[in-house]
């Protein structure tokens, strides 16, 4: 049969329909493509544009890309779950960058141990760390790239006078939200709590403490005819390191040593608190911020402390900077008393605690201006974080809440020598585990209570740096004592000017 031109017409407008969805399905098809690639190169190119960096690159198909709004944001969800960016996987790696500690490697039994409480709790995820071990400036320089190049990590070691600036960077992740329902923080000495807040918001845990005191050689003190009481105040230290001096450096030996080296400031602050006094306190007037902080170090408190420096300058004690380190040299008894820290122990590993504490006198303090002043120490030491380009915040907090369980942290920082910022390690299982263990431990323990520590503030680098300025020139011939006021007061107006005064 031959159709009809009515059938012919219909036939044709069927065509034709049946082009045009075609066509539109096309259409929307090719839209619907455009707009995923545009999404994919958003969370490329976005605000923070991830890098397969070198240290990253062999599992780059992990990294989470993180947006505008997780970047930016302070606060995040508590879960007990890892999260909905790793529901449609069974691995997950947690990257992290950590300082060395001067011995690469010290990280792995804990990490380790914290990595398998996790498994624990997941048993359905195959969980693994990624993380760089590096010298402590290092860690920082590598922190700041990371972070500018928007690489996710997921935590870091953060020297505590670090915090200020990272967290005014908004570099780290606000912690707030975890620890008020973690309820642990009354766990922590008060101070090491403080020092992982910046402005109220709690960015860091301290994870343990270093304290310095005086360390001395008995046989070298007793060639001199030293009683090693006369090393406690001002007066009695430095007509003990005269006496030093003219025994043993005809033998090559210092008696004791000034530090000229980056950090000489910390060995002064701690004359600057027995005495009442402060790096810099809050002043009401800010041209910008209202209340903020002001530098108050030369005052009448820091020009008596340094005062005491320039008396050891005069007495013939020494600016060294030490080409080993100061554990080093006193080791190998080219100094024979020496402010020092906690660590100074470590270098005689091996050696039975009886056996180093028959050689090696200490003395848990700083010397003292006369006995009725309460001596004062400086406290050191890490803080874990989480950067904010971390896409695991909650599996990377999970992470560090098992590596702070005092069943898991107690027993690796005794190995180490290190000193707790939890009460409960420090006045029950370390100490009583520890007293008959390792040397002076439970002395230098004593010492965390009366401890200080440095503002966490973005400026502190920078203060510091006009503090060591002002010790060099102290050392230096040309300084005499009624100079030192002025000294100090040019360093504080450079000071008062880098904080916006």
Known sequence: MVPSFLDLDRYSSFLVCLAILVVVIS?????????????????????????????????????????????????????SSIGSADENGTKITLRGLLTDLGDKGRWKSLLDQGLEKLQQKYPDKKLSLEYQELPTN????????????????????????????????????????????WGRAPDWYQQHWDGGSYNGTVYGIWTWTDVRGLWYWKDLLQQAQIDAEDLKTWKGYIESAQKLNQ?????????????????????????????????????????????????????????????????????????????????????????????GGSWMPGFFAGQKSADIENMIGFIPLFPVPSLDKQSSTLMGGWELAIPITSDQKALAWELIDAILEPDILGPWIQKYGYLPTQIPLGQGLILNQSAAELPYYDTLISMIPFGNIRPSMPEYPIIAGHINEAIDQVYSSNSTKSSIGTILNEAAVKSAHTLGW
């Open 27 to 79: 259409l929307q098809l090719d839209d619907y493509s455009s707009s995923l690639d545009h999404r994919f190169k958003i969370a490329l190119e976005g605000p923070y544009s991830v890098n397969t960096d070198l240290f990253f690159e062999e599992s780059s198909l992990s990294v989470a890309f993180a947006t505008a709004e997780r970047a930016n944001s302070s606060d995040f969800v508590n879960s």
């Open 138 to 181: 290092d860690t920082r320089n590598e922190f700041l790239r990371l972070m500018s190049n928007g690489t996710a990590i997921d935590f870091v070691s953060v020297d505590q006078i670090w915090l200020g600036e990272f967290a005014s960077k908004d570099l780290l992740s606000n912690l707030t939200s975890y620890v008020d329902s």
């Open 247 to 339: 025994q043993l450096n005809p033998k090559g030996v210092n008696g004791t040593i000034l530090f000229d080296t980056y950090y000489s400031q910390d060995l002064w602050y701690p004359y600057l608190w027995m005495l009442g006094g402060d790096i810099v306190q809050l002043k009401d007037g800010h041209p910008t911020k209202g209340t903020y902080w002001f530098p108050t170090y030369n005052s009448t408190e820091g020009i008596q402390a340094l005062g005491f420096i320039k008396d050891q300058i005069d007495a013939g004690v020494k600016p060294d900077s030490l080409p080993a380190s100061d554990r080093l040299e006193f080791a190998q008894k080219k100094i024979a008393a020496i402010i």
